[in-house]
């Protein structure tokens, strides 16, 4: 196997694929031929993240006795003279050398190995299900370990022409401290050689024929730096902990078996895709019976909504190359161009949605195979005091009359949905064709969040409250639910803010807006106001002091700092009031004062006294040139007491204590700054003042409980009665308005091959993330007969799962397997081009993503 096999499958249409039963007879019908002809699929190599990873590591997850592979190996010194601040690596390729894989011979303890993403992904897969199989433990708690080892390194990548090598310089500058740290302990020690395998063909960019490569487009000129990133995993002592541990296992329990295989693996694969969807499709008996047929008889080359048939055709051809007798192994290609042509998302090599992937796959097909060629007009008609039956059979005749192919004889049903108008009660009943079910997990349906109450009296301290609201809620969600956790009085109202760099983003004042629009890492305060306040101005304080600068000279600047405090105030005269209205709002922030302080003037206690304040040199508001005179020796006097500045004109303007105040309490909000001198910092705790938490933090390296759910928990969520949000308000006929209506869907007709899609992905504007939850589907009888609206006698409402589409990894990308039943409950994986023989019980994992039912 050459190294070019290795790193690009651009030429390789024929790959390794395994054969059950080698000594079987080789029967035409593709029943017979199941378990010998099922394959696996190799996709084009694309260009991921790369991956340290010790040798050994890497080579625990390879056949080295079956298969010899040829890696690019280099001998690595080191120049570290300011290792405190700089790493410095030199990478000289070594002669042509293959490993032979004999043992341990000729590995050191200091032998690392780069692999690429894919690659990882399915030998970490290979570590945690053998780990977990010889430690009797659960794989998610194997792999979280894992997960939580890896992290990224800033490398500086450049070529030597003196040396004819590589040049790698970490340096703390690129890294933070504690990763600077953990590379230190990887690369510098004193007296073993380090190599480094490269299997992920990134260094091939930078050496071509052995010489440095003088080529203008690729990266790598001499002496020219490239900054990359680098996943690092498996060197902490967790690590070791875990595989010395696997290690004893195995030596009291025998070798490890991975997959529930015999352990018979092939050594490198390249990262497969959604194409985990099309296995699932290549064993549906009745689809393969179609494809194995005469379909061509049924393309629609005039349909404009399809390819002229090329879709159809390609996966037909696939379909008989997978299933024709003999065992070479199939590259999807062209079948990936004609799709691609569809759907031009789906172009390249990158990683796809297997759920999307599927979705354009069975539109496509069925477009290319619609045995309507003119499709006429209908006008769905209003049903209104019709019976259902009657109505939901008219629209389901007028959808055949448009759609007729074999994928709507096989995976298109029909689901009821009815619409409610909250004002008049108008309800609107459509039947409407579905292709899959698209079920939402409920723990991805709520969201928890963490918001900061305030008083506005001074009463409490600023007290975080946790709630859990639904994720595709709306304000108002989060107020009611806000306003039962702090047990609001019937006689207040609740001022929920945003806080960004010290003052008052926003207002979320609006109560139909979206909680997408909170993001986990924002902090929000709700201000607990009185509901006869709506006819008096918001006072809204802001809090400023001195700071040391950046700048070399170590000037102090006026800095804003802690969570604006809001008050109301109906009647303002002087500039005390607003004093006597703060320093309420302190109260409670008031640190404890010893006894023998009682004796030094304390000016937060002169609410109630008319001050003359003296006038400051410079305006402490936006002025750093206030505090220029610092630099002669002369400081400019401060009072010990707060100032207050007033900010909603053009300039600042400070308010005198002792003077009538020109401010109308007309306006609706007042925004005050207040100057804090350093005696009141150190008189009220301005840390509590400071504290606020983000609205949803991850707890870092904490492994959370393992989620479980049932799959009709899933299909109730989905079926139940909600409001549509404001952007989908539905126009009722009867009111000639568009109202918030409520939306309830139920199943009516049910398909004979029944996809399921877990919605482990959820995406909004601003954040977006995957689940992990375990789902408990199940696999010999889905009984439907309870959620079905429509009873059908002559139908059966209960299915059988032959097939799931798996994805392993997060948002970043991933792997993506299948299971599939080859009759009689004989189950197996379909990973790349490789085929495991698995039992029940292991098909149901937190990977599931797609499950594929037939009904029974």
Known sequence: MDNDYLFSSEDDDHLFDLDFQPNSSRQNSYYNQRTNNSRGFLDEDDREKVYLVPYRWWKEAQNVLADKVDGVLYEVSSNNGNADSEIVLDLKKKEVYQDSGNGDGGVSFHEYALVPEGVWLRALKRHTDAKAAVMDVGSSSILDDHLNDVFPLQIRLSVSRETNS???????????????????????????????????????????????????????????????????????????????????????????????????????????????????????????????????????????????????????????????????????RLFKLKLANFAPQFSGYNQHDSQEFLAFLLDGLHEDLNRVKCKPYVEAKDGEGLPEEEVAEEYWRNHRARNDSVIVDLCQGQYRSMLVCPVCKKVSVTFDPLMYLSLPLPSTTMRTMTVTILSTDGSTLP??????????????????????????????????????????????????????????????????????????????????????????????????????????????????????????????????????????????????????????????????????????????????????????????????MNEPVSISCSNQVLNILVYWPEKMIEKYDTCLLSSLMEVFRPQLFTRKPQESVSLYKCLEAFLKEEPLGPEDMWYCPRCKKHRQASKKLDLWRLPDILVIHLKRFSYSRYFKSKLETYVDFPVDDLDLSNYITHRNIQLSNRYTLYAISNHYGGMGGGHYTAFVDLGHKRWYEFDDDKVYPVSEDMVKTCAAYVLFYRRI
């Not at 690590?239 to 693996?265: F, Y």
Request: glycine share 6%; proline share 4%; aromatic share 8%.
């Open 463 to 656: 007290t975080p409250v946790t709630v859990t609201v639904p994720k595709c809620g709306r304000f108002k969600d989060l107020i009611e639910a806000l306003s039962i956790s702090c047990s609001l009085g019937n006689d207040e109202k609740l001022l929920v803010a945003e806080i960004y760099k010290n003052k008052i983003f926003r207002l979320l004042d609006e109560p139909s807006d979206s909680l997408a629009l909170i993001r986990d890492q924002d902090k929000l305060v709700a201000y607990r106001l009185r509901k006869d306040s709506e006819t008096s101005s918001l006072v809204v304080f802001m809090h400023q002091r001195k700071e040391k600068s950046n700048s070399f000279r170590g000037l102090l600047d006026w800095k804003i700092f802690g969570t604006p405090l809001v008050a109301s105030l109906s009647d303002l005269r002087k500039g005390s009031d607003i004093r006597e209205v703060f320093l309420k709002l302190l109260n409670s922030f008031l640190m404890p004062v010893d006894d023998e302080s009682n004796d030094s003037d304390d000016a937060g206690n002169m609410a109630n006294e008319d001050l003359v304040v003296e006038d400051v040199i410079n305006s402490p508001v936006l002025d750093n040139d206030a505090v220029s005179d610092s630099e002669t020796g002369d400081e400019p006097h401060l009072s010990d007491d707060f100032r207050f500045y007033y900010m909603d004109s053009k300039e600042p303007s400070e308010i005198k």
């Open 166 to 332: 590589l040049v790698v310089k970490i340096s703390l500058e690129d890294n933070k401290v504690d990763i600077y740290k953990r590379a230190c302990d990887i690369f510098i020690f004193t007296s073993e050689v380090l190599h480094i395998w490269d299997f992920s063909g990134q260094t091939t960019q930078f050496f071509m024929n052995d010489t440095i490569s003088s080529s203008s487009d690729l990266p790598g000129q001499p002496g020219e730096e490239v900054l990359l990133e680098l996943q690092v995993h498996g060197f902490s002592d967790s690590m070791t902990e875990i595989n010395e541990e696997m290690a004893e296992h195995s030596n009291c329990n025998g070798a490890a078996k991975m997959n529930g295989s015999n352990g018979d693996l092939n050594s490198y694969t390249t990262p497969s895709n959604s194409l985990s969807a099309i296995q699932c499709l290549a064993h549906t008996p009745e689809l393969v019976d179609f494809f194995l047929g005469e379909y061509q008889k049924e393309i629609n080359y005039e349909n404009p909504l399809g390819l002229n048939g090329e879709l159809a055709l390609a996966f037909g051809d696939l379909i008989r190359k997978l299933w024709a007798p003999g065992a070479m192994p199939v590259s999807p």
